[in-house]
């Protein structure tokens, strides 16, 4: 039963560009959070996405935004990338509100 | 706001020795705690979770206690070994209808063989 994915592993990008981070939950799942860990840190929650819907969002600008998909996959897209966008990603899914969250490897994402 | 802290940062023990890690949160209002593992450049593995109902959990080598009223919890981890070696995080999730979870920084933990 594989678990949370993510893709890519790794991406280096330009300051000003845009990205794209894509996440597949656990099977039976159907709830899809994303986290942004600087080194060092603790995640910080970005958003929350259920039955397509951005359920919760954190504190963090609307150049961060999401979209699940019907089979409850979800991207995280980031536009105009600055150097403090340099972190791992995190994608996080659970099978409801009375679960614990189950976490992916991550994307490890830095801006240039 | 909910803020989560774990102390120490880091601790180093021998092999063979019990770890007491600690995470304290301001807000008792929690609907449930997680405990994570991280390994270097990984993603988080999830350890035990604890429902606000619930005092402690237990799986092999590890328990973790829950006192909402003071706004702790406690990870034991018993007869430490080697591959223990990582980062642990604490998580806590709010009230039902808050679904984030709020993250501690961490303690980073070193066993030596």
């Known amino acids: 039963d594989a678990g949370v994915t993510q893709s890519p592993t790794h991406l280096i990008k330009t300051r000003g560009q845009q990205v794209t981070l894509r996440c597949s939950p656990k099977?039976?799942?159907?709830?899809v959070s994303w986290y942004q860990q600087a080194l060092g840190q603790g995640p910080q929650f970005i958003f929350q996405?259920?039955?397509?819907?951005?359920?919760q969002r954190g504190n963090f600008p609307d150049r961060f935004s999401g979209h699940q998909f019907p089979n409850y996959s979800s991207e995280l897209n980031v536009n105009a990338l600055l150097l403090g966008d340099s972190a791992l990603y995190l994608c996080?899914?659970?099978?409801?509100?009375?679960?614990?969250?189950?976490f992916g490897s991550g994307t490890r994402l830095t801006v240039v | 706001k909910q803020e989560v802290t774990q102390i120490p940062a880091a601790l180093s023990v021998p092999e063979g020795e019990n770890l007491v890690l600690n995470c304290s949160f301001t807000?008792?209002?929690?609907?449930?705690l997680q405990w994570f593992r991280q390994d270097p450049g990984k993603g988080l593995t999830s350890l035990l979770l604890?429902?606000?109902?619930?005092r402690e959990q237990t799986s092999g080598r590890l328990n973790a206690s829950l006192d909402k009223s003071s706004g702790r919890s406690t990870l034991y981890i018993a007869a430490s070994q080697p591959g223990d070696s990582a980062t642990y995080l604490c998580?806590?999730?709010?009230?039902?209808?808050?679904?984030?979870?709020?993250f501690g920084a961490g303690t980073t933990v070193t066993v030596r063989a």
């Open positions: 996080a899914s659970s099978p409801g509100p009375n679960y614990g969250y189950t």
């Open positions: 099977s039976g799942h159907d709830t």
């Open positions: 996405y259920y039955e397509e819907e951005e359920r």
């Open positions: 807000d008792s209002a929690i609907y449930n």
């Open positions: 604890i429902q606000s109902s619930q």
């Open positions: 998580a806590v999730r709010n009230v039902s209808n808050d679904y984030k979870l709020s």
